[in-house]
């Protein structure tokens, strides 16, 4: 295959990256995870199965290869039973709300907060994650990863290691340029012992509370070191 002209020349540079011993299902089975992980498609609607009249958003269909971690028969199995309850037009909404899903907002809310050194703010919005039900656990990697993917953000040449679509990138792009890198690594340090500390801890939820308060004051503690 690496050798037939007729081939094209991406397709080349793909089977490039595989050992010649390679089983074919492997490599098969490489490639669809990929495709099933990453859209390049910009459109605001996307047609999925024009036979059964299928529609849905870039960022539903982004939620649900994250779901099913890349493989694509449990992708298409979240897909049908999505459609089954939600009909042929799918929604992001649709996809938070069935698969209980943290609406990636609460955490650009919470960043926000952290900026604005606003801690009532962040209290209740970690008050209505719980009242929806989520654990408080994932809220903290969930947190941690938004951060670390605001400091991708924050080179443009790092910004295309962001596998999100481009309504969702472009607001990270944003709110990275507006928060020092600095006070970002600072964060993933309070967040990453939170998430440490997190079994151990008796009061869990205070914890978390807690490690708000000092995401609220990361700049303050910055000004006191200059």
Known sequence: IREESLVDEDLKQIFKSFPKSAHPMGVLSSLTSALI????????????????????????????????????????????????????????????????ILDYEYYFKIVEATEKEDIPS??????????????????????????????????????????????????????ASEIEAQRLLRGLQVLSKTDVDYKASKNQRLLIEVALMQLCSLKQEQEKKK
């Open 37 to 100: 992980a990453f859209n390049p498609q910009n459109e605001t609607k996307i047609s999925l199965n024009d036979k059964e009249g299928v529609s849905a958003d870039p960022e539903a269909l982004h939620q649900i290869a994250l779901k099913a971690d890349g493989a694509l028969r449990d992708a298409l199995s979240i897909f049908d039973q999505l459609v089954t309850f939600a009909g042929n037009t799918l929604t992001y909404k649709d996809v938070l709300e069935n698969l209980h």
């Open 122 to 175: 962040a209290l209740l919005t970690l008050n209505d994650i719980y009242e929806k039900g989520f654990d408080g656990h994932h809220f903290v990697v969930g947190l941690a990863e938004h951060l670390r993917n605001m400091l991708v953000c924050k080179d443009p040449q790092t910004a295309s290691l962001l596998e999100a679509p481009d309504t969702i990138k472009q607001r990270f792009i944003q709110q």
